[in-house]
């Protein structure tokens, strides 16, 4: 028999979790683990705190398995709890970075961020751009471009409408190309 | 609609498959949106090989652990609940003992004892009143209260007491004598063990002060915690107001709102950023009292640990997923005693370093974190003392206020061999801020 034949389907999985088989937990775990640290790392720019908050993502997954309803893939909904632990991070340093009055706020804030060809030239540019982009802007790509989800499963998984999906997205390819220069992205160097 | 405005949704893939087709044949006809596309597409190109080009692998051995920190979690959630409803209780008990005391205080059948009181006061120093707020496991000289001066935590338990306006709150295995003086100039005298406190506003005359071993530390309305080992090790920690730390020797040093400093004859004070935790309320400060004494939360180098045999033992017991839970977990005093008895039998074991920097880091104790992460960087392999290079410098920067050092170490990070700078973008963009004019 075809191996993946035998494997449980997502949605099998969740139904047990949700039905308090906890053993179920590591199957997601190897399944999903990887893209959701991938996006937590991206997100967090902290890779320590990334593997901590992935961890947390699959820890909350058995309660929240039983308000789950099949939308498709279960990736979208992984990311979305992803995508609110990491908010909720962000907060966490804030409030302990205001309170001490000594920290500086993690990522860098958009005020603060420098344009990519101010900084080092060893990197590549997109690289430097993506960091300098808000939260908001590198949540959207890093669900399109690295996971594949559509603009619908992004929406779900923001728990946003499409359209402000929609607007998103565009808003975060064009602070991209502002950051790093329309010249690198002219129509004519591309055709 | 017209085809052109589809764009946008076209590209963020929100449009069926007919609905595509007839964008991609509109895409034929319009160069506006031609070029639109063809840029949207070459930005996706090469941000999708920058995202994707670091593989990310998750432990195996968390995937075997999960099930049992779900069931650890909710075990704590449902403790957690317990505690706040016996809080809720405890607090409704003592509003309503409070009222009653209150309304018993102002019956005219409790005059004569008020005039006794007042001819005692003229006679007498006057001395704060202690009000007993919450007891576990302590042994009190005198039950009676007011009156117990001599207050002794002999084993986990915790005492919070109101001396006239100040809280004070004693932590596990400690002693202390309670104020004695004016209430305007009051004296905890501290034996060992751990005292927090929340001081009452004072005029700018008197003051409150806690003796412990030949230190004075002295506050004018503050909240700080001092844990005195009864021999030679003395912490204070801050979270509001400032204390003046007087050492045997006549010296003085200020702590100040978010410090804590470690004393000692070989160290005359040790500033580092206060635990976080420990910030937002006394209780907290009272809760890591509770931790068994050790001298791990602000001393603990290897060679002091190595010698007891209990520590020793303790590692044996915990790996590495272990000591994850206990830090996931917060049992930070626990896992820094296993983790610092496994570099002390192994020096070089730089999986133990790597979490020994992290439990520190999450329990606030930044200084230290930044040695076990130098420690690794002599130790480990090329990726294990990027990492750690990066975790220091972050510290170094970020908390405790040392650009020159977080610069050499954002340097050395991205000088090192490619492979092992996965965040080399963040490590330009910070070094970058760091060394602008």
Known sequence: MNERLSQPSDEVVIARLAAGELSELGVLYVRHGSQVLRFLTHTTGDPSAAEDLCQDVFLAVPNAAKRYRELGKLRPWLLGIAARKAKSWKRRQWVRATLLDRFRFWAPLESECEPPHALPAQQSAIERAFVCLPQQFREVLLLQVAEGLTGLEIAAALGISPGAARVRLHRARQELRKLLGDAAFDVEAVA | ?437
């Open chain 2, 1 to 437: 609609m017209k085809t052109c405005d589809q764009l946008g949704d076209y590209l963020a893939q929100l449009l069926d498959v007919n609905a595509r087709a007839v964008v991609e044949a509109h895409l034929q006809e319009c160069s506006a949106c031609r070029a639109a596309a063809q840029q949207a597409e070459k930005v996706d190109k090469s941000l999708r090989a920058f995202l994707l080009q670091r593989e990310f692998q998750v432990s195996p051995l968390t995937t075997r652990r999960l099930p049992d920190l779900v069931k650890t979690q909710r075990r704590e959630q449902r403790a957690r609940g317990v505690r706040t409803a016996f809080a809720g209780m405890a607090a409704a008990t003592l509003a309503l003992v409070l009222i009653v005391a209150r309304r018993n205080a102002e019956s005219p059948l409790r005059a004569n004892d008020a005039n006794v009181g007042a001819a005692n006061a003229s006679t007498a120093p006057q001395v704060p009143k202690i009000t007993l707020l919450f007891e576990e496991g302590a042994k009190l000289s005198d039950p009676t209260l007011p009156g117990a001066r001599h207050l002794d935590v002999p084993g986990d338990g915790r005492l919070v007491v109101r001396a006239g306006e100040d809280i004070i709150g004693l932590g596990a295995r400690s002693q202390a004598e309670l104020p004695e003086g004016q209430p305007q100039d009051s004296v905890i005298r501290l034996a060992s063990g751990v005292v927090a406190v929340q001081a009452a506003h004072r005029s700018a005359q008197g003051s409150l002060s806690v003796r412990a071993g030949g230190y004075t530390v002295r506050v004018v309305g503050t909240r700080f915690v001092v844990t005195w080992d009864g021999v030679s090790h003395l912490l204070v920690g801050v979270s509001e107001g400032v204390v003046r730390v007087v050492d045997p020797h006549g010296g003085e040093r200020s702590v100040r709102p978010g410090q804590q400093m470690t004393f000692s004859e070989q160290d005359p004070g040790t500033l580092e950023a206060l635990g976080s935790e420990a910030l937002h309320s006394m209780d907290q400060a009272l809760d890591a009292a509770r931790q068994p004494a050790s001298p791990a939360p602000f001393r603990g180098e290897p060679a002091v640990l190595r010698s007891q045999p209990s520590v020793s033992a303790i590692a044996s017991e915990l790996d590495d997923a272990s000591i994850k839970q206990l830090i996931l977990e917060g049992a930070y005093a626990r896992a820094e005693r296993a983790l610092l008895a496994r570099v002390g039998a192994a020096p070089r074991d730089a999986a133990a370093w790597w979490l020994l920097g992290e439990c520190r880091r999450k329990a606030g104790q930044s200084q230290q974190s930044v040695s076990a992460y130098r420690r690794l960087i002599e130790v480990g392999g090329p990726a294990e003392r990027n990492r750690a290079r990066y975790q220091a410098a972050l510290i170094l920067e970020e908390r405790l206020n040392s650009p020159a050092a977080a610069i050499e170490l954002y340097r050395a990070y991205l000088a090192a061999p490619a492979g092992t700078r996965p965040l080399e973008a963040s490590a330009q963009l910070r070094l970058s801020r760091l060394t602008r004019p």
